[in-house]
């Protein structure tokens, strides 16, 4: 019995939560308009989240900012205008593509420059290693020593049978 009274429990408390979820209630004046709100939103970085769009993040920064570029949609003002404003605002990080400029050069072109320079240092070691391979084999015995090894190899098994 106590352990159905805790999964209900645990039951409606997740249905508490999700209950509890920002639901925006704005009006379009058409459905175009609708869409161009949710592409935006759906687009923009929240903030304050690390890895959420405003769309999904329930943050009051993305509470007033889903408001603001309802307004601003409202007030007439293009894509570009608005991403313009949240950028001047809040940096590049709103932006899930941040423009190619001389800030952004490392964030674009680093993950391709450290992973050329690991194949490079991955490169030189199997060089390297083939390289003391070639030397092992080339450094082998000459045929006096070979004659001596194979003396003391038939010497050594001659001892073991003569106990």
């Given amino acids: 019995m106590p352990k159905r009274l805790l999964i ?56 007033d900012l889903r408001g603001e570029i309802y307004r601003m949609l409202e007030e007439g003002k293009s894509n570009e205008q608005i991403i313009d404003f949240l950028v001047a605002r809040y940096g590049d990080f709103v932006l899930y593509k941040p423009p190619l400029t001389s800030r952004t050069l490392l964030l674009w072109y680093g993950p391709a420059g450290l992973l050329l320079i690991g194949f490079g240092v991955l490169g030189v070691i199997v060089l390297r290693r083939r390289g003391q391979q070639k030397d092992r084999t080339a450094a082998g015995l000459s045929l006096d020593e070979q004659a001596r090894l194979d003396a003391l190899l038939a010497q050594a098994s001659q001892d073991k049978k003569d106990p």
């Fill in 8 to 63: 209900s429990a645990g039951l409606a408390l997740g249905l508490l939560a999700s209950a509890h979820a920002a639901i925006d209630t704005f009006e379009f004046a058409s459905e175009a308009e609708r869409q161009r709100y949710r592409n935006l939103i759906e687009e923009l970085r929240c903030p304050k989240c690390q890895n959420q769009n405003i769309a999904d993040s329930d943050a009051p920064i993305a509470m």
